[in-house]
């Protein structure tokens, strides 16, 4: 991947456009006027609306980001190859894990809401639009201004905000570490940000799908 695709004032506007909108995000959630779960999702759009309008007024336009219109179904034929590849493992290491006497699944164990109806609100922010919002902050913006110091650093130091964004601290962060690692790697190798798009989707997804499983047999 070319570096220095990002420099220092859309790495800066970035963030600062991000924090401004969860600060908002979270002074509506206090006022409870509308669901958490909409609130959430309406914040990931408009994050992805002023990060996408900064690197196009400030920067070198949404192919620094490794996003075009034409690379997007290639991109995400190729996500479902890494997704392929990856749950292949991912399936492996739970078996060995569950043979050694460890429930692997505990991981990803998920709650979900309370409200039926929120439910499908639940699976399309947390399974599609937070993970573009994602991907195009940490992968096509940290990642990319970090890279310009190397792969290794960049993957450490997208990977380390990546962890703490989510703020999980009950428990050892495995998913978002893994996650962070593979989805800057398939960044890297395919500079297609549609790729990690694709894989984070897919993988929410398949969490969503088997953590809410557990919690329900436990129910």
Same mark, same amino acid.
């Given at each position: ?22 600060? !908002?995000?979270?002074?509506? #959630? ?24 900064? #690197? ?38 739970? !078996? ?5 006497? /460890? ?48 792969? #290794?650093? /960049? ?33 890297? #190798? ?22 809410? !499983? ?6």
């Amino acid at each position: 991947m070319e570096a220095e695709k990002i420099d220092i004032r859309i790495l800066l506007l970035s963030l600062a456009a991000v924090i401004l909108v969860e600060m !908002g995000t979270r002074a509506l #959630v206090s006022f409870d006027i509308a669901s958490p779960i909409a609130l959430t999702g309406a914040a990931r759009l408009i994050e992805i609306s002023l990060i996408l309008v900064i #690197v196009i007024t400030w920067g070198k336009g949404i192919d620094s980001l490794g996003l075009s219109g034409a690379t997007i179904a290639s991109g995400f034929t190729r996500g479902l190859l890494w997704s392929t590849a990856f749950g292949v493992v991912a399936a492996a290491v739970f !078996g060995i894990v569950y043979a050694a006497g /460890a429930n692997p699944l505990e991981l990803i164990h998920t709650r979900l809401p309370e409200e039926h109806s929120e439910i499908i609100l639940f699976f399309l922010v947390g399974g599609v639009v937070a993970p573009v919002a994602e991907e195009i902050l940490f992968r096509g913006v940290i990642y990319g201004f970090f890279r310009r110091w190397g792969i #290794v650093t /960049a993957i450490i130091v997208s990977t380390i905000i990546f962890v703490l964004a989510h703020a999980i601290f009950s428990r050892i962060p495995v998913t978002q570490a893994v996650g962070g690692i593979l989805f800057a790697l398939a960044y890297e #190798v395919e500079e297609n940000l549609i790729v990690p798009i694709t894989i984070h989707i897919l993988g929410n997804f398949a969490i969503f799908i088997l953590g809410s !499983g557990i919690a329900l047999a436990c129910l």
